[in-house]
Nanobody, 126 residues
Framework: QVQLVESGGGLVQAGGSLRLSCAAS????????MAWFRQAPGKEREFVAA????????YYRDSVKGRFTISRDNAKNTLYLQMNSLKPEDTAVYLC???????????????????WGQGTQVSVSS
């Protein structure tokens, strides 16, 4: 059974940092593009960041560029999101996602990702 399990969320003050992890099990994702999305209450799910299967290419939504860094450790089958200079508007449930197909370029489109975690809550106070 394929599972993606996020961890590392929590409550921080504005300007603080968090590091999210997404541990994959059930199959290897070392040849799959992966991504982070987030969903705030009453809002639609939105793209945050994506990374190519080898880790050489990364993409971010404009509002997190320069503050968030996506990375992966394929040996550990784990995806990360380092979040610095957090703002109250970053408050959301953060979900990791993985492409079922191998060697495809990452995308900001949620429909491309077949595997999803349950999410981890990130709350940023002002």
């Amino acid at each position: 059974q394929v599972q993606l399990v996020e961890s590392g969320g929590g409550l921080v003050q504005a300007g603080g940092s968090l590091r999210l992890s997404c541990a994959a099990s059930g199959r290897t994702f070392r040849t799959s593009a992966m991504a982070w999305f987030r969903q705030a209450p009453g809002k639609e799910r939105e793209f945050v960041a994506a990374i190519s299967w080898g880790g050489s290419s990364t993409y971010y939504r404009d509002s997190v560029k320069g503050r968030f860094t996506i990375s992966r450790d394929n040996a550990k089958n784990t995806l990360y999101l380092q979040m610095n200079s957090l703002k109250p508007e970053d408050t959301a449930v953060y979900l990791c996602a993985a492409d079922m197909e191998s060697y495809r370029a990452p995308t900001y489109t949620s429909q491309r990702y077949e595997y999803w975690g349950q999410g981890t809550q990130v709350s940023v106070s002002s």
